[in-house]
């Protein structure tokens, strides 16, 4: 059964920095694209940031110099530095595993997409 759980999520006022984990289990993690995204209530989802299985990363604009993606295949965890946080950065954060991906775009393979229950991330100003 695929997992993926997230953690590190919390308050934080503005120019502070946190770090979310997804601890993935269930699946070859090395073999899939990893990413981050964030919801606000009202809004459409927002990808933050991806890293495919080669480890090329693509970043939303918004989060561009800020945010950092990362993995760590041996321990089948996610990671997302985030630094200089902004009040408009306050959302829930998602982490989602697929066999690919496009850019910021999750590419469903055989049914294969995968969906943590997500951290909460609020920033104050």
């Known amino acids: 059964q695929v997992q993926l759980v997230e953690s590190g999520g919390g308050s934080v006022q503005a120019g502070g920095s946190l770090r979310l984990s997804c601890a993935a289990s269930?699946?070859?993690?090395?073999?899939?694209?990893m990413g981050w995204f964030r919801e606000v209530p009202g809004k459409e989802r927002e990808g933050v940031a991806t890293?495919?299985?080669?480890?090329?990363?693509h970043y939303g604009d918004s989060v561009k110099g800020r945010f950092t993606i990362s993995r760590d295949n041996a321990k089948s965890t996610l990671f997302l530095q985030m630094n200089s946080l902004k009040p408009e950065d306050t959302a829930m954060y998602y982490c989602?595993?697929?066999?690919?991906?496009?850019?910021?775009?999750?590419?469903?393979?055989?049914?294969?997409?995968?969906w943590g229950q997500g951290t909460q991330v609020t920033v104050s100003s």
């Open positions: 989602a595993a697929a066999p690919a991906c496009a850019g910021l775009f999750m590419i469903r393979v055989s049914g294969q997409e995968y």
């Open positions: 890293v495919d299985r080669g480890s090329s990363t």
């Open positions: 269930g699946y070859t993690f090395s073999r899939y694209c």
